[in-house]
């Protein structure tokens, strides 16, 4: 029997793992008030392509949208911080009613005189979508004027999820790839696709793969550069974290200029070696294998000691995981079994049918798996469940707190880098320090059974 807090449209996105054969919807349009914790197309875009640091990002719309997307990613530079400044259009009633490409216009040329930017990304807003402005006209002819890309980003809000928007922040990077020079490229090179640098993670992970003998060329989009973008055809080898929201690139950039793609992840101990050890594999580099075991060796030479004080106090404790792409969620599964905890349930915000398939393959009997969920499931769940800690983004860290529960953030606002080797042990240690916390006596979870 189904409990009573699922809505009849949402059960397909639902699965209890062993109750019956697996199938589970996904990539659908949040369900109209189910409260969802799946953002716009607009929103999934900015996500995408807000870390390239040295770019004007334009919102052409109402002032909430850039707002809503302020500094909306913990993403690091090691230079320009221009992407720390959200600017918009402001869009008022008058230009709703005359249309406001003139105002597009005008702020464009204003921004790119006074911040010289290598290039100007402007988001399309809902309204700008039901009034008509001709965006991608505006963009050309300041693009004419100024010399240096200006790339519309087609992303409406209610034109779908916010998978719909990770695609329309592809589309605008694709007009970049293929126009820089690619000359001086090492064979052994690699573009690192999916990675943000929240708490400046892609230079942990440029630092274990230089440490190999690869070359990166381009970050995208964390800590990111223009000017990398545009020679990023000349890598041998795309390596994509977050593959959701890059996916696509990599697609286009196979197809258009053979460049073979691999799915990885950096959170986890497993997961971070073999990332290291399928781009090895993937050079044909016995020299360059024999040089990421050697990493890993050492690298866990010192984590693993440390990691077992923690798994002694955290060995039964029960974890539920909900995060964006569904690749942190492989990661996150592996990494609280090796400090001995039970994962009782996991979804994510734009999983595809491929990733709920690995997810339902390496969760226990009796998990939970969900797709888009709202808040009202998630607090069901959490109880039902009897969860220790919650992993989720910062929409999810006032439901685990108001329900008792320790919360871990692994998304877009955390300032701890988690990644790599060293963020395992981060990890652990945050993981340790919330569930067992002594604030938890004095709000105890089970305090309503007690009482009745």
Same mark, same amino acid.
């Given at each position: 029997? #189904?409990?009573?807090? /699922?809505?009849?449209?949402?059960?397909?996105?639902?699965?209890?793992?062993?109750?019956?054969?697996?199938?589970?919807?996904?990539?659908?349009?949040?369900?109209?008030?189910?409260?969802?914790?799946?953002?716009?197309?607009?929103?999934?875009?900015?996500?995408?392509? &807000?870390?390239?640091?040295?770019?004007?990002?334009?919102?052409?719309?109402?002032?909430?949208?850039?707002?809503?997307?302020?500094?909306?990613?913990?993403?690091?530079?090691?230079?320009? #911080?221009?992407?720390?400044?959200?600017?918009?259009?402001?869009?008022?009633?008058?230009? @709703?009613?005359?249309?406001?490409?003139?105002?597009? &216009?005008?702020?464009?040329?204003?921004?790119?005189?006074?911040?010289?930017?290598?290039?100007?990304? @402007?988001y399309s807003t809902c309204i700008v979508g039901l009034i008509g402005d001709d965006l991608q006209a505006v963009c050309k002819r300041v693009e004419k004027e100024k010399g240096i890309p200006v790339l519309p980003v087609m992303s409406e809000g209610f034109k779908g999820n916010k998978r719909a928007g990770y695609k329309a922040a592809c589309n605008a990077m694709e007009k970049l790839v293929g126009t820089g020079d690619t000359s001086g490229i090492s064979k052994h090179s690699i573009n690192i696709l999916g990675d943000f640098n929240l708490a400046g993670e892609i230079w942990l992970i440029r630092d274990y793969y230089q440490r190999i003998g690869i070359e990166v060329v381009a970050n995208i989009t964390g800590d990111g550069r223009i000017d990398d973008i545009k020679r990023s055809h000349g890598a041998s080898l795309n390596v994509v974290q977050c593959s959701g929201a890059t996916m696509d690139l990599a697609n286009m950039m196979e197809e258009r200029f053979n460049i073979p793609n691999i799915r990885v992840s950096y959170f986890g101990v497993e997961d971070m070696a073999e990332s290291l050890y399928e781009v090895a594999r993937y050079f044909d580099d016995a020299e360059m294998m024999e040089k990421a075991r050697i990493l890993v060796r050492d690298e866990l030479e010192t984590l693993l000691p440390e990691l077992q004080q923690y798994k002694a106090a955290l060995t039964g404790k029960r974890a539920a995981i909900y995060v964006g792409g569904a690749f942190k969620a492989f990661s996150l599964v592996k990494a609280f079994r090796l400090l001995g905890m039970d994962v009782v349930m996991v979804g994510s915000q734009t999983g595809t049918a491929e990733d709920y398939? #690995?997810?339902?393959?390496?969760?226990? +009997?009796?998990?939970?798996?969900?797709?888009?969920?709202?808040?009202? +499931?998630?607090?069901?769940?959490?109880? #039902?469940? *009897? @969860? *220790? /800690?919650?992993?989720?983004?910062?929409? +999810?860290?006032?439901?685990a707190y108001k329900l008792g529960v320790a919360f871990c953030d692994h998304n877009h606002e955390r300032k701890e880098l988690l990644a790599g080797f060293s963020g395992m042990l981060n990890f652990a240690k945050e993981v340790y320090s919330s569930v067992m916390s002594p604030v938890w006596q004095f709000v105890p979870r089970r305090a309503e059974e007690e009482i009745s």
């Open positions: 029997m #189904e409990p009573l807090h /699922i809505l009849k449209e949402r059960k397909a996105q639902i699965h209890r793992k062993g109750d019956a054969p697996f199938a589970l919807e996904c990539n659908k349009d949040s369900l109209a008030g189910a409260v969802s914790q799946r953002a716009c197309v607009f929103c999934g875009s900015r996500v995408v392509l &807000y870390p390239i640091a040295d770019a004007v990002h334009l919102v052409h719309g109402p002032i909430g949208c850039a707002v809503y997307t302020w500094d909306i990613r913990g993403a690091l530079s090691s230079g320009p #911080e221009l992407h720390r400044l959200s600017f918009s259009t402001d869009l008022q009633e008058m230009d @709703v009613i005359f249309g406001g490409e003139p105002k597009l &216009y005008k702020a464009l040329i204003e921004l790119i005189d006074r911040h010289q930017p290598k290039a100007a990304f @402007v398939e #690995e997810l339902q393959e390496i969760t226990d +009997e009796g998990t939970i798996i969900i797709d888009d969920a709202n808040p009202l +499931e998630l607090s069901a769940f959490i109880r #039902e469940k *009897d @969860v *220790d /800690i919650f992993v989720g983004g910062v929409k +999810e860290r006032p439901i």
